[in-house]
Every structure is written in structure tokens, then in C-alpha cells.
């Protein structure tokens, strides 16, 4: 059994930067890979990014390239999400979750989900 909680959201302008953590209870948690979503107003949850247990391999969506770097802590039973140019279309509520296998960009592969943490970005 694993919880994960989130947090490290709030409000920031367009071009600023978050860092998002995801704290894990749970002995094993080293062995888990992990992912970071996302869920906007009105909109289903989405893949964001992914870290392998070791953090040799990650993967991002594609808008996030370049912006977003996912990180973890296995010491700690952290997991991050470095934010860095936020956009008006990165508003939503973010949750990390615990892949349990398959594709790693699909929802339905994961469990685990922490209650999320609301990033809002707007002038």
C-alpha cells in the first residue's frame, strides 16, 4: 500500500516557475515508477511526465518539453515536478500516481493517486 501526497502548487504568472512534490509512504516506494498528471477545468486527466524507479528513464507530454523536468528522491520518497515558463494552459490539478504497468501514459495504469495540488497560472 503506498499514499502519496502532494504538494507545492499556488498562483503564479504566466513565465514563472513551480516546483511540485509528491511525498510517498510505503517501503517499497524505491521500486515504483512514477508519474505526474494533470486535470484542467473541464478537461480529462492527462499524462504530464514519468520517472522510472531508478530515474534513468523519464518521458513528458509533448507541451512540456523543455519546460517541465520530473526528479526523484528514493532516500526521501520524494517525487518533483520542476515547472519552469508556465502557461495559462498549464492551469489544473496535479497529481502524482504510481504506474503499475503498461503504457506509461495511459491513466488507467496507474494507482495510487494522491488528492492532487491546484497550480494556477494568470495575471
Known amino acids: 500500500q503506498v499514499q502519496l501526497v502532494e504538494s507545492g502548487g499556488g498562483l503564479v504568472q504566466p513565465g514563472g516557475s513551480l516546483r511540485l512534490s509528491c511525498a510517498a509512504s510505503?517501503?517499497?516506494?524505491?521500486?515504483?515508477?512514477m508519474g505526474w498528471f494533470r486535470q484542467g477545468p473541464g478537461k480529462e486527466r492527462e499524462f504530464v511526465a514519468f520517472?522510472?524507479?531508478?530515474?534513468?528513464?523519464?518521458s513528458y507530454e509533448d507541451s512540456v518539453k523543455g519546460r517541465f523536468t520530473i526528479s526523484r528522491d528514493n532516500a526521501k520518497k520524494m517525487v518533483y515536478l520542476q515547472m519552469n515558463s508556465l502557461k495559462s494552459e498549464d492551469t489544473a490539478i496535479y497529481y502524482c500516481?504510481?504506474?503499475?504497468?503498461?503504457?506509461?501514459?495511459?491513466?488507467?495504469?496507474?494507482?495510487?493517486w494522491g488528492q492532487g495540488t491546484q497550480v494556477t497560472v494568470s495575471s
Open positions: 500516481a504510481v504506474r503499475r504497468g503498461g503504457s506509461v501514459y495511459a491513466v488507467v495504469n496507474y494507482d495510487y
Open positions: 510505503g517501503r517499497t516506494f524505491s521500486r515504483y515508477d
Open positions: 520517472i522510472s524507479w531508478s530515474g534513468g528513464s523519464t
